[in-house]
C-alpha cells in the first residue's frame, strides 16, 4: 500500500466505523436476548400501579373549565323546538349523543308556580335539570 491509503487506514474515525460495524453486523447474527414474558408481566404490574394511582390522585384534582370544543358539544341546539312546540330533530339528535332525558315536573305546585313549570320544557343531564333554551350551555365544568 502507498503511504497515503496507509494513512487513510489508521486515522481514528476509520478504526471507530469499522469497530461499530462489526459490532452490529455480530448484533444482527446473534440477535438480542429478550424475556417477553417478563415483560408481558411487567406491564400488567404497572398497569395495576397506574390504575392505583388514578383512583387516588383523581377524585382530589378540582373541577377544570370545559375548552370551547367540550363547550360546543354540551351546548343546547340554537333551534330546540318546531313551530307546533315539539322538539326539533336536532334536538332529539344532541340528546341521544349526550345523554340526556326529557324532564317532567310533577304535581305539588300550586298557582303561579305550576303554570311557570308547565310553560318551560326541561331536560335532565347527568343527575341536574337545565331548562330548554336555545343555545344555552348545560355543563361547564368537568375532570375528563
Known amino acids: 500500500m502507498t503511504d497515503e491509503v496507509q494513512s487513510f487506514f489508521s486515522k481514528d474515525y476509520w478504526i471507530a466505523a469499522t469497530i461499530s460495524y462489526h459490532r452490529m453486523q455480530m448484533q444482527a447474527v446473534t440477535g438480542i436476548g429478550f ?45 330546540p323546538f318546531n313551530k307546533d312546540g315539539d322538539l326539533s330533530n336536532t334536538m332529539v339528535k344532541w340528546m341521544e349523543k349526550t345523554g340526556a332525558t326529557p324532564y317532567y315536573f310533577g304535581g305539588g305546585f300550586s298557582g303561579r308556580m305550576q303554570a311557570l313549570v308547565a310553560d318551560h320544557k326541561y331536560i335532565e343531564l347527568d343527575g341536574e335539570i337545565y331548562p330548554v333554551i336555545g343555545g344555552t350551555e348545560t355543563k361547564t365544568k368537568g375532570n375528563e
Do not use: C, H
Not at 53 to 68: A, D
Open 35 to 79: 424475556d417477553s414474558g417478563q415483560a408481558v408481566s411487567f406491564a400488567e404490574r404497572i398497569e395495576g400501579m397506574m390504575k392505583e394511582i388514578e383512583s387516588e390522585i383523581e377524585p382530589k384534582l378540582p373541577e377544570r373549565p370545559l375548552n370551547k370544543g367540550e363547550t360546543d358539544y354540551w351546548r343546547i341546539p340554537a333551534r
